[in-house]
């Protein structure tokens, strides 16, 4: 009886305060309300989520004071005032995020929860009700039991698993909670679960393996019904030898499931149906898969019903109960790998009738769906490749060099399909592997017709959201802004990787060049939260880490060095700037701490690091490694002080070290009279300007040695990835954008666009120059790609404050470049949608157009400095009269 007083007291409290503290504002309403940076996700295994949210509206104003956030086991709970899981109490922040703080939350239940903000107008604003899910809360959660076959681990058929059941009640819910060793493929009654491939994401499987959560509900119907699953080698049984070892992996073995389906019944019952030994295991069509070689799919081999309740499995062994293969089993809440687009050849050529060679028009990540028909044991082997020979037949020279099959049949990018002879038109569509191609080269052991209606290519990616747009009035810009998004995608299958053919791997220094254009062009803050994680689970006891991630043995010790290592604070850093997030920055933050001791042990006279990589794939100009490896060291601690900062603890003993370090730095590499930095390349001027470490009002004078070195080689650039972020950025921030437009509009080698105009590639290359061996060369490497982000911050004119992150503040800085017409972009941040366009309307006078999204404000640089909140803001300006700095 008290408690119902109790709660009834504190409904009433929640309703005065939430509804009645202020008066309703219908100018502005609530949008984006994500949980977990995710809509309404399903299967969260998080203590504490966090809840975001954003505004739209019209008054410019308008910012938020205080927020109240109520959490509910139903909808209807809400609606009426009544939080009965956490109420938050009124909350004073301007900050549009919150973390929940109430009793725990249960394993596979829904919670709804809405925020009500009051406005620095007295007003109040009510979301929508918005909705999550838990998955597994804690490991005891789970009642499925790992299990597997009894064959060994070389043993190149996949595994195929069913369970058989009843149901005989009406179902009110089911949702199932998949995790493999290696991928997996998940049936009900025959029907494929979800349309997720490639799960669970990559990670040091021995570490921690990611489960996957689907809402089956559809999918099941009362009386007989069938679980199935067939499961794929992936990164967890690599059974072929190429460079990186994940052959000798630790963690290798023999394809192994986890599932668990839990039904929910009308009647408030619930059933779960859990891999056990009662599962029945065999092998099938399925002969061969490896990630990086392909799928090999014998039709004939099909059991045809295999995935369905009427299936007699009696001639099937039971499966083995195995122990659990990783130390965590987490929830995936980054987007699952997706075909995100289906793509028609633009072009056949047939080569007598058996051998034919598809162009897909543009340089991609995935796979092939093959429709044919045929007698059984024709054989279609699709081989895969970015070139071309001079014979138009395909050539995988420049990607499958450090592949080192040893096996017969073993070919790098290729899929088989031998056919059943069902005399029907039969499918393929391989599910363990992913290609990175332009073009297919298909071969039939029998004489055939092939046409572009007997192939689609399937793009294959993480599916994260795009959030921004560029266009201009300079055709090249946008195809190499085209060129990098269809780079960076392809480099996107739950980890960030260099390639998508040749290796597949998460080179660090990659993702960190390419950060700034991934989270202006894509939603990517789970994406790269995951990743970090793996770099919790990579790092050595003596604070060592790998330059690629995840792996084995493979890139430890001080090859890549801490040019390649600095991931581990710039991608958090990023997250901060982008999202105003620190949730990677406190995760990783011992990491970090471990790391900066693993390098102190590695100090030369008195702080310098001489070793590891630098300006990689540099045209011509080496700048020294050890320079560059120093002022990364600088930047963690200059980094690691900020983080320092914002978790609230002391930042001192990092300060004073990055001072230190910047003080060596400028005294063994600086003359202070010529204004050059090392050997003087453009790598070396621009990247120390980046940094910061140039002496208070020498900065000039280093970025005009800059301009000196960029003119004196006619304007070409001259640099690898490194002074790819930061020779243009730096030309622009100190006065010379018209010269980074020359550098960034040539057509000759080495550019940008001779990579996408004179070659006519779709995506960005690896090298400048394509060497005639083709010797470690692919067609697709993102990590030239920063010039993306500088048509966003400089054309357009999009930044965010490093002071107020999370776009709170924005800084809009265009830049009015002659030979430009016109010049659009967009980027939908975490605080909603920003504009910013210009062009050129006769007279010498430019309109500019610029939208900042409710609850935020903007400095813009028109023809002069201007401060405004929310709303659309138009300037006319006279071309010389435009805001420079």
Request: with cysteine; proline share 4%; glycine share 8%.
């Amino acid at each position: 009886m008290h408690r119902k007083i109790i709660y009834r007291f504190a409904t009433i409290i929640y309703l005065f305060i939430s509804l009645a503290a202020c008066k309703t504002n219908n100018a502005i309403e609530i949008i984006k309300m994500q949980c977990e940076y995710l809509d309404n996700p399903l299967g969260i295994d998080t203590e504490n989520p966090r809840f975001t949210w954003a505004f739209k509206g019209d008054n410019g104003n308008f910012q938020q004071t205080t927020f109240h956030i109520g959490v509910a086991t139903s909808s209807e709970l809400l609606k009426k005032g009544k939080a009965d899981v956490w109420d938050s109490k009124e909350i004073h922040s301007t900050n549009p995020h919150s973390v929940y703080s109430g009793k725990p939350l249960l394993s596979h239940t829904q919670y709804y929860w809405q925020v009500i903000v009051c406005g620095n107008d007295g007003k109040k604003i009510v979301s929508p009700v918005a909705s999550f899910e838990m998955a597994k809360v804690a490991a005891t959660d789970w009642k499925a039991q790992w299990i597997t076959d009894a064959l060994e681990k070389e043993t190149e058929s996949a595994p195929l698993f069913r369970k058989a059941f009843t149901v005989e009640k009406k179902i009110k819910k089911a949702r199932i909670y998949i995790s493999g060793g290696g991928y997996y493929e998940m049936f009900i009654n025959g029907c494929r679960v979800g349309n997720h491939y490639l799960d669970p994401g990559y990670t040091h499987f021995d570490k921690r393996m990611l489960y996957v959560t689907h809402d089956v509900t559809k999918l099941l119907t009362k009386g007989d019904n069938a679980l199935a699953a067939v499961l794929g080698n992936g990164f967890y049984n690599c059974q072929s030898r190429a460079v990186w070892n994940f052959e000798k992996a630790r963690w290798r073995n023999r394809p192994r499931l986890l599932c668990e389906l839990r039904i929910t019944y009308e009647d408030g019952t619930t059933d779960i149906i859990g891999t056990d030994a009662t599962w029945k295991t065999n092998i099938g069509p399925y002969i061969y898969n490896n990630i990086y070689s392909g799928d090999k799919y014998d039709a004939r081999l099909e059991e045809k019903g295999w995935n369905t309740a009427n299936f007699d499995d009696s001639k099937w062994a039971n499966s083995q109960i195995t122990e659990q293969p990783t130390k965590l089993l987490v929830a995936q809440t980054m987007p699952a790998i997706q075909v995100t687009e289906e793509i028609m050849p633009v072009a056949v050529k047939a080569f007598g009738n058996k051998i034919y060679v598809f162009d897909m028009g543009k340089n991609i990540s995935g796979i092939c769906r093959l429709k044919v028909k045929g007698t059984a044991g024709t054989t279609y082997t699709l081989r895969h490749g970015e070139l071309l020979k001079e014979n138009g037949r395909l050539e995988q020279g420049n990607i499958d060099v450090y592949y080192h099959p040893e096996k017969p049949g073993e070919i790098f990018q290729t899929d088989v399909f031998i056919l059943s002879g069902s005399g029907e038109e039969e499918i393929f569509i391989p599910q363990f592997c992913y290609h990175g191609f332009r073009y297919v080269e298909v071969e039939c052991s029998e004489s055939v017709t092939l046409t572009t209606d007997n192939l689609t290519g399937l793009f294959l990616r993480t599916g994260i959201r795009q959030t921004g747009e560029f266009k201009c009035s300079n055709n090249l810009l946008n195809k190499i802004w085209a060129a990098t998004n269809l780079s960076y995608t392809g480099n996107i299958h739950s980890i960030p990787t260099d390639c998508p053919q040749r290796e597949k791997n998460g080179w660090t220094a990659d993702a960190h060049i390419a950060i700034d254009l991934a989270l202006l062009n894509f939603d990517g803050i789970t994406f790269y939260e995951k990743w970090m994680n793996d770099f919790i689970d990579n790092q050595r006891p003596n604070g060592n880490i790998s330059g690629i991630i995840p792996s084995d043995t493979w890139g430890y010790g001080e090859w890549p060095g801490p040019v390649w290592d600095a991931a581990l604070f710039i991608i958090p850093n990023a997250l901060y700037n982008y999202y105003g997030e620190t949730h990677s920055i406190e995760k990783l933050y011992p990491s970090m701490l471990l790391y900066l001791e693993y390098l102190k042990n590695k100090e030369v006279d008195g702080g310098y690091l001489n070793f590891g990589l630098g300006d990689w794939v540099f045209y011509r100009a080496q700048t020294p490694n050890d320079y560059t490896s120093t002022l990364y060291y600088y930047q963690d601690y200059k980094m690691m002080a900020r983080f320092a900062k914002l978790l609230g603890k002391d930042a001192t003993t990092f300060q004073k070290k990055a001072e230190e370090l910047k003080e060596l730095i400028n005294r063994k590499y600086f003359n202070q009279e010529t204004g050059v930095y090392a050997n003087g390349t453009q790598t070396a001027q621009a990247i120390a300007l980046y940094m910061d470490i140039v002496p208070e009002g020498k900065q000039q004078q280093v970025a005009d040695k800059l301009h000196q070195v960029v003119a004196e080689n006619n304007y070409f650039l001259d640099f690898g990835l490194l002074g790819s972020k930061s020779v243009p950025a730096m030309l622009t921030k100190y006065g010379y954008i018209e010269d980074a437009y020359k550098m960034i509009t040539k057509t000759e080698a080495p550019s940008w666009g001779y990579w996408v105009e004179t070659k006519g590639y779709t995506t960005l290359a690896e090298t400048w120059l394509l060497s005639p061996e083709f010797h470690d060369a692919s067609l697709n490497h993102v990590f030239m790609g920063d010039i993306s982000a500088w048509m966003y911050n400089a054309l357009s004119g999009i930044n965010y404050s490093e002071k107020e992150p999370g776009f709170q503040h924005i800084i809009i800085h265009p830049h009015f470049v002659q030979g430009l017409d016109w010049v659009e972009g967009s980027y939908n941040s975490i605080r909603g949608m920003i504009r910013s366009a210009w062009k050129r309307t006769g007279n010498d006078m430019i309109t500019l157009s610029v939208t900042i999204p409710a609850g935020c404000t903007a400095t813009i640089y028109a023809d002069k400095k201007y401060t405004v909140g929310a709303g659309k803001h138009e300037y006319t300006i006279h071309s010389n009269k435009s805001y420079i700095n």
